[in-house]
Structures are given as C-alpha cells and as structure tokens.
C-alpha cells in the first residue's frame, strides 16, 4: 500500500496540553500535507511543507519533516477542546500526481 | 466564495443497484478529486478529473467511474452496488494538481 502510517491511533489529553501525531512515509515526496476531519464532515486543509523544508509554524501548530526518515511529526501546543478531531498526513509523491492520505490519529481534547 | 457542494448528502441504494454522485468544486478550481473512505481502508483514491480529462486513477474496479463537465462540476458513478461500496464518498478541488485540496463535507453512501 501507499499509504502513510500515523501513530498514534488515537490520543487523548486534556485541555492545555500539547498533542504530538507522527506520520511515516514510503516513497520520496514534493511535499506533505496535514488535514484535520471532524465527525462526520469533510477534510479540512491545515499546512503544507515542502521537501527541501525542516520545520514550518501556522499559529499553535508547528510540523517537522525529515526526508532521510521519511517522516513528519504535528505538534499542536496549548490545546482546546474544539482540536478534538481525526488528523491526517497526506504526501504528494514525486512518482505520482496524487496526493495519499496516511492513517489518522484521532485526537480527544478533554475540558 | 463557495465551498465545495457534494450532492446528495445521504444515499440508501439496494445491491445491484447503480448511483451518481454530484460535487461542483469551488469557483476557478480546475482539478477534481474523489475519495472514498471507510473505518477499515480510511482514505482511498478514486481519482482525479483536470479540465475535463482524467488525469489519475486509483486502484478501484471498473464499476467506478467519473466524469468532469466544461464548468468543472464533476460526478461519478457507481454501477452494480455492492455492500462493501458503502462508505463517505468525499470530493475535493483545487486549483491545479498538487495544491492543497479543499473538501466538500461527502455523500454517505449506504448500500443494503
């Protein structure tokens, strides 16, 4: 398969606290995205860091990407209850056009 | 501007039945993509539509099938339903290959 693997599956922490996902990937990318899905509802994009980049920061998100590992890793700081939701890494591959979608890690935010 | 329109939101098809699913991207997005997603296979990619031509295809059967109009709405199509079809059918658009994609909320496919 294609697809990213995402660890961990499932996370749960409470408001305040800084949640960390980890995304691992197979192929050589263009670039690796991040989405966030709530319940239900569509994919919504979060950020987008490029090959030839180490670390990109978008408000309380920081993404790390380590190509020689083919890895990434979404830390969200000072979390709220409104973060709970499914986040998934996404990799545009230099070998193909599409972008695939890792696993998920759903994340609970308790009050 | 518009988000993108995924038409119906909910479906109930019996097997061996076939269905069309609808999504109007967002105004000046030119690129169509489809994704199925299920708790098992979490998202699959079905494929990509790109003024008009497919430009890549995921790894599904024949029965699925799409197509994508001069105003760069797009539908696909499901023929001979079976029960591992149902699933969130999700499109997203954006303005060319490689960009990130905005989703419309899905079409929940249930097939019995």
Known sequence: SQQGEEDPQALSIQEGENATMNCSYKTSINNLQWYRQNSGRGLVHLILIRSNEREKHSGRLRVTLDTSKKSSSLLITASRAADTASYFCATDGQSTDKLIFGTGTRLQVFP | ?112
Not at chain 2, 80 to 105: I, V
Request: charge should be positive; glycine fraction near 10%.
């Open chain 2, 1 to 112: 501007k518009a988000g993108v329109t995924q038409t119906p939101r909910y479906l109930i098809k019996t097997r061996g039945q076939q269905v069309t699913l609808s999504c109007s991207p967002i105004s000046g997005h030119r690129s169509v993509s489809w994704y199925q997603q299920t708790p098992g296979q979490g998202l699959q990619f079905l494929f990509e539509y790109f003024s008009e031509t497919q430009r890549n295809k995921g790894n599904f059967p024949g029965r699925f099938s799409g197509r994508q109009f001069s105003n760069s709405r797009s539908e696909m199509n499901v023929s001979t339903l079976e029960l591992g079809d149902s699933a969130l059918y999700l499109c997203a658009s954006s303005p060319e290959t490689g960009s990130p994609l905005h989703f419309g909320n899905g079409t929940r496919l249930t097939v019995t």
